[in-house]
């Protein structure tokens, strides 16, 4: 005789395995739906450009996120701590340190109209936008200085500090309030760069652009000049660690092991761009 119990997972086992059934005898459970679901999107994401359009709003939806966290944690990092760090201890070191932070920015991009640009774009329109990426590099610089992340990358407490310290009760309220604002960054920051390479991935998933488009050096093999690139492009981004690392005075073997590790960072997501038709689309407007 069967037991009550192994009757009921029985039941609850086959509504959600296979469920009821509509009039067309099609399945209605739980599981036939989730598979119906990664089929449709499954079928969706087989247009490349539709799949590359999905990336790109995430893409931006993450960015201007981003931004806005960046600013919301330095108007409270500067409202509660009154931390400027290097801007005003030292301004025009900062200030040369966020010129080399947007030529960081700027310098692959210009590496990038040159092997792959054909007629796209013109001179005057490179011009433009390498200006305005300096512009966003060289501001982002300072936001990031002002956001008080800077210090905890660099692991080295800002001299204003000192003076939110003056007694007990400010201090154990400001080292609350200066940990609980390093976690929330911390977190999602960390979300932020999770979801953006979740999305990378997936894009790359349907679109797989393999096949890399170069108007110049048309002798060279296509992928030595993709891995050239791409070590350019790594490199380039990772330089300003070392100056960045000087200027806060923790200047060390470990700066190597972030420019290395930077390198690689810079390199992953290089290849990814490729793949997810991201330089394709820029470079011809197209999928």
Sequence with gaps: MTSPTNTIT????????????DELGKDEGFISKVKEILYDLTNSMSNKEYAFEVFEKNFLF????????????AVVN???????GLISDRPLLFFAESVVFGMSGVIPFLVLC?????????????????IALFLIFFGLNYLLE????????????DSNDKDNKDNKDDEDSYSHLKTSLGTTSDIVLLTIFVVSIFSLFFATAFVRDVSPNYTTSSSIPTYAVFIMEMLL?????????????????????NT???F???VVKFSVLHCLLQLSGFYNYLFTGKI
Excluded: W
Aim: hydrophobic content about 45%; cysteine-free; proline content about 3%.
């Design 62 to 73: 993450l960015k201007s996120f981003g931004l806005v966290f960046l600013i919301i944690l």
């Design 114 to 130: 040159y092997f792959r640009n054909g007629n796209y774009f013109n001179n005057k329109q490179i011009f433009n936008a390498s």
């Design 10 to 21: 029985g039941v609850v086992t086959n509504i959600i395995a296979r469920g009821p059934e």
């Design 256 to 258: 190597t092991k972030e």
């Design 146 to 157: 002002l956001s008080g992340i800077y210090p905890v990358i660099f692991g080295k407490e």
């Design 233 to 253: 492009f790594g490199v380039i981004s990772a330089v300003p660690v070392f100056f960045m690392a000087s200027n806060r005075k923790v200047l060390s073997s």
């Design 78 to 84: 500067y409202v509660y701590y009154k931390n400027t």
């Design 260 to 262: 290395l590790l930077i």
